[in-house]
């Protein structure tokens, strides 16, 4: 039995001494896998972190201001790619925010549009971001215009009538400027002053030779009147045919200009001819008269008198909008009205309001 017993007994060891190997190969798979699991977690869980962290890193980023300081920026080597996503994103919308123009169209006068035209000039100069288009055609063209909402300032050298208002109830009328009408001649004629009854008479076609005219003569020719006027469309024809021609019509042989240019160009080029424009126009080319009216007063078509009130034809120059005053439509308008607008009107030979 003993004999048998150790044999059992050593046996037993054997097999256990056989299976050892095997025993601790399958430990060491055991502790391999143990610690690649291990290692699996610790990598999803810094990975989680790092998730957050980005998370927590871009959102403040949409809800800061849309600018970022270089000295607050991180840098190349720090910053995460979540964190210079977010002010790439940053950057664009500050760019396209600062880049975006802002249009407004005017039409209108062509009495009103040399002091816009330089003022928007100016004004866009110094805002970038600032569009203004200015065009002419006649205060009717800028009153219909601005009625009709296809611009956003109309131009008028006239004031709006009645019916105007009651057909366009949200109209604001601005006055920009003052002015005077000259009636000019070409230079080769030697009239020193004319009458406003003279001028009416011209006007409606009573008066036709210059030699009818004392002191009047245009050497060289046959003293025939070419009478110059301006188109329907113009607030400077309304003007004058209500206050020098009384609401009477002009002769049909008055040839009609579209512009204040058109009518100084003419009567320079044409020696018999007369003229009316806006003081704004008058130059070396022409002859501007002054007025004899008023108990034997002569008045010159200067700004001085049309500022004191003296000269007969003046009147004020207006920009008309669709409401009140705003945007960019207003700040433009108050930039005319600032001293720095009302020198542009005394540079371009108009009468400021004050």
């Given at each position: 039995?003993n004999?048998v017993?150790?044999?059992?007994?050593?046996t037993c060891?054997r097999?256990?001494a056989?299976?050892?190997?095997m025993?601790?190969k399958?430990s060491?798979?055991?502790i391999?896998?143990?610690?690649?699991i291990?290692?699996?977690?610790?990598?999803?869980?810094a990975?989680?972190?790092?998730?957050?962290t980005s998370a927590?890193?871009?959102?403040?980023?949409a809800?800061?201001?849309?600018?970022?300081?270089?000295a607050?920026?991180?840098?190349?080597a720090s910053?995460?790619p979540?964190a210079?996503?977010a002010?790439?994103?940053?950057s664009?919308?500050?760019?396209a925010s600062?880049?975006?123009?802002?249009?407004?169209?005017?039409s209108?006068?062509?009495t009103?549009?040399?002091i816009v035209q330089?003022?928007?000039d100016?004004y866009?100069a110094?805002h970038p971001?600032?569009?203004?288009?200015?065009?002419?055609?006649g205060?009717?063209?800028?009153?219909?215009a601005i009625?009709?909402?296809t611009?956003?300032?109309?131009m008028?050298?006239?004031e709006?009538?009645?019916?105007e208002?009651a057909k366009y109830p949200a109209f604001?009328v601005?006055?920009?400027?003052?002015?005077?009408?000259?009636v000019?001649?070409?230079?080769?004629?030697?009239?020193?002053?004319?009458?406003?009854?003279?001028?009416?008479?011209i006007?409606?076609?009573k008066?036709?030779?210059?030699?009818?005219?004392?002191?009047?003569?245009?050497?060289?020719?046959?003293?025939?009147i070419?009478?110059?006027?301006r188109d329907?469309?113009?607030?400077t024809?309304?003007y004058?045919?209500e206050?020098v021609?009384?609401?009477a019509?002009p002769?049909?042989?008055?040839l009609e200009?579209?512009?204040?240019?058109?009518v100084?160009?003419?009567?320079?080029?044409t020696p018999?001819s007369?003229?009316?424009?806006?003081?704004?126009?008058?130059?070396?080319?022409v002859n501007?008269?002054p007025?004899?009216y008023?108990a034997?007063?002569?008045?010159?078509?200067?700004?001085?008198?049309?500022k004191?009130k003296?000269y007969p034809?003046s009147?004020?120059?207006?920009?008309?909008?669709n409401?009140?005053?705003s945007g960019?439509t207003?700040?433009f308008?108050?930039?005319?009205?600032?001293a720095d607008?009302q020198?542009?009107?005394?540079?371009?030979g108009y009468v400021?309001?004050?």
């Amino acid at each position: 039995m003993n004999i048998v017993y150790g044999e059992n007994q050593y046996t037993c060891h054997r097999e256990i001494a056989d299976r050892t190997p095997m025993i601790e190969k399958r430990s060491s798979i055991l502790i391999v896998a143990v610690s690649l699991i291990a290692v699996l977690m610790l990598a999803l869980a810094a990975g989680c972190t790092a998730k957050d962290t980005s998370a927590g890193a871009t959102t403040p980023a949409a809800t800061t201001a849309p600018a970022v300081a270089a000295a607050d920026a991180p840098s190349a080597a720090s910053a995460t790619p979540a964190a210079a996503a977010a002010t790439a994103i940053v950057s664009r919308a500050a760019s396209a925010s600062t880049g975006q123009k802002q249009t407004i169209k005017i039409s209108g006068s062509t009495t009103v549009l040399p002091i816009v035209q330089k003022a928007a000039d100016q004004y866009m100069a110094a805002h970038p971001d600032a569009d203004i288009q200015v065009s002419g055609g006649g205060s009717g063209v800028g009153i219909q215009a601005i009625g009709a909402k296809t611009v956003d300032i109309g131009m008028t050298s006239r004031e709006v009538t009645k019916a105007e208002m009651a057909k366009y109830p949200a109209f604001v009328v601005t006055s920009v400027a003052q002015d005077g009408i000259a009636v000019v001649v070409n230079p080769a004629n030697t009239i020193q002053y004319i009458t406003l009854d003279q001028i009416k008479n011209i006007y409606l076609g009573k008066i036709t030779k210059w030699s009818e005219i004392t002191g009047a003569d245009v050497p060289g020719t046959n003293n025939q009147i070419v009478v110059i006027g301006r188109d329907s469309a113009s607030g400077t024809r309304t003007y004058f045919d209500e206050t020098v021609l009384l609401k009477a019509t002009p002769t049909s042989k008055m040839l009609e200009k579209n512009s204040n240019g058109a009518v100084l160009q003419t009567v320079a080029q044409t020696p018999g001819s007369i003229g009316y424009v806006s003081i704004g126009f008058v130059s070396k080319d022409v002859n501007a008269l002054p007025i004899w009216y008023n108990a034997n007063k002569i008045v010159a078509p200067t700004v001085d008198n049309v500022k004191s009130k003296t000269y007969p034809a003046s009147r004020d120059l207006y920009v008309i909008t669709n409401g009140q005053l705003s945007g960019l439509t207003g700040d433009f308008i108050n930039y005319i009205l600032s001293a720095d607008g009302q020198k542009i009107v005394a540079d371009e030979g108009y009468v400021t309001l004050s």
